[in-house]
């Protein structure tokens, strides 16, 4: 696959990073030239140093013989007229653009982006996306990673477990029989740096991070069963009134579930939110002053998440709020070194809104009959959704038949109306959709698995 990625900054360089990985001919365009230096360098990529909106870059770049383009630069409308270029001069099949502004993003214009109009085949929203991630982590804090499948009808939940679960030093091969309301399944753990794929011979520990697999409306018991507490948010401040922040306190105050409180520090932005939030009370001021976080009521609140641009301001005054008081926080980090960083002085979530958007695009780059993906522990591995046709190798044969890759473990299928978890005897059929784990290595053979067929035709 010959895949142009426009845009070198810390998304255009994920993308870059993991295509390349999987041995795409990658070619990266930003205007940057010390950016391209860097991407360069250090991956098995090659640079332009221009615009992607301009014809001869593209051509520079290879557009002639490309598969996809990919416009992720700072700029919507670079973006956009990217991929306009790519379409009207070099014919490129696939054509994928980061919109940020929701003027674009509107349902009145739903049409703009269209073969008839600006031709972009996918547009991402990164901060629409991340919001959704900051909510669902919100609604079910005991997890450090949610992904929804299938509509929202089977949910991937990330786990870390303490002492007291009960599942500990039990092969997982009797966990159902044993905890028969525990209707999840395992899908992959993370045990000190190390992960794994498990077997129904393999007992978990203390510490270990897990990703399970199970219906949506068994989450909440499952996350009971498995020994954490799952208390709902009903005070929350929100530092931070951007995009991400906005979209947060309007998904809260749909919900109706929560106060909330958001802290904005441009008076004006403050102002203009504040005029559309109808049950939210906004304060101009500053996430790392005492006095407007005691205002905000932060000794009370459950839930305090950071979403400002800086990643020092959302660290720093994450920590100042778990001192005053705060039961949880969240923040946002761009620098992927500060996730790690904020964990280890006691911040209890954060999210990677780079991680996420490369997930969305991911879906879009898989071969075969993908619908969803979703990347996990820095691309270790992938959750996978994925529709089963008649000539897949997994349909018509009991799962213990199968040969699966040792990476790969089906969560769960997806039948009607149904949410079915596998066992040795299931036997998967044309149309059902699968939800799996594939470590790294394994991906391609997901790929193949689910690839049509000749003979679909």
């Known amino acids: 696959m010959r895949v142009i990625v426009c845009g070198a900054g810390r998304v255009g360089y994920g993308i870059a990073a993991r295509l390349a990985q999987e041995k795409a001919n990658v070619t990266v365009i930003d205007q940057a030239a010390s950016l391209i230096q860097q991407v360069t360098e250090r991956l098995d ?56 502004a929701q003027s674009y993003l509107d349902t009145r214009y739903a049409d703009v982006f269209s073969r008839d109009n600006i031709p972009i085949d996918v547009v991402i929203s990164p901060e629409h996306e991340v919001a959704q991630a900051v909510l669902q982590r919100m609604t079910t804090p005991a997890a450090f990673d949610i992904k929804a499948f299938a509509e929202g009808r089977v949910w991937s939940v990330g786990l870390k477990l303490g002492e007291d679960c009960p599942i500990l030093a039990t092969p997982l091969r009797q966990v159902r029989e044993l905890f ?18 498990p077997t129904g011979e393999d007992q978990l520990e203390a510490g270990d991070e897990i990703y399970f697999v199970c219906d949506r409306d068994r989450v909440n018991r499952a996350i009971g069963i498995l020994g954490q507490e799952q208390i709902q948010a009903k005070r929350v401040i929100i530092i931070g009134g951007g995009h991400i922040g906005f979209d947060v306190a309007k998904s809260l105050e749909k919900l109706g579930q929560s106060r909330i409180r958001l802290i904005e520090s441009d008076a004006n932005r403050a102002s203009a939110i504040a005029e559309e939030l109808t049950r939210t009370i906004v304060l101009n001021g500053d996430g790392l002053d005492r006095e407007i976080l005691r ?35 969240n923040i946002l980090v761009n620098q992927p070194s500060y996730g790690p960083l904020s964990q280890s002085v006691g911040i209890d979530r954060f999210i990677d809104p780079r991680a996420i958007t490369i997930s969305t695009i991911l879906q879009h780059v898989r071969r075969g009959r993908i619908k969803s993906v979703y990347s996990i522990l820095d691309g270790q591995a992938e959750l996978i959704e994925a529709v089963a046709l008649e000539t897949s190798s997994l349909v018509g044969s009991p799962l213990s038949e199968s040969e699966l890759p040792k990476g790969v473990v089906i969560g769960a299928i997806v039948r009607g109306g149904e949410v079915v978890l596998p066992r040795s005897d299931t036997v998967i059929e044309p149309g059902d959709r699968v939800i799996l784990m594939a470590l790294r290595e394994d991906v391609a053979s997901v790929e193949r698995m689910f690839r049509v067929g000749i003979e679909y035709f």
């Open 45 to 100: 990529v090659r640079g332009v140093v221009g615009s992607g909106s301009y014809p001869e870059i593209l051509s520079e770049a290879g557009a002639a013989e490309a598969d996809m383009i990919i416009a992720v630069t700072a700029s919507d409308e670079v973006n956009i007229v990217s991929c306009q270029i790519a379409h009207s001069l070099f014919s490129i099949p696939t054509k994928i653009a980061r919109i940020r």
């Open 295 to 329: 205002e905000a009521g932060v000794a009370e609140a459950e839930t305090v998440v950071a979403l400002t641009n800086s990643d020092q301001i959302n660290l720093l005054s994450a920590i100042i709020a778990k001192r005053e008081g705060a039961r949880r926080t």
């Open 180 to 197: 028969p309301d525990l209707m999840i399944t395992v899908v992959t753990v993370h045990r000190g740096t190390s992960l794994f794929r």
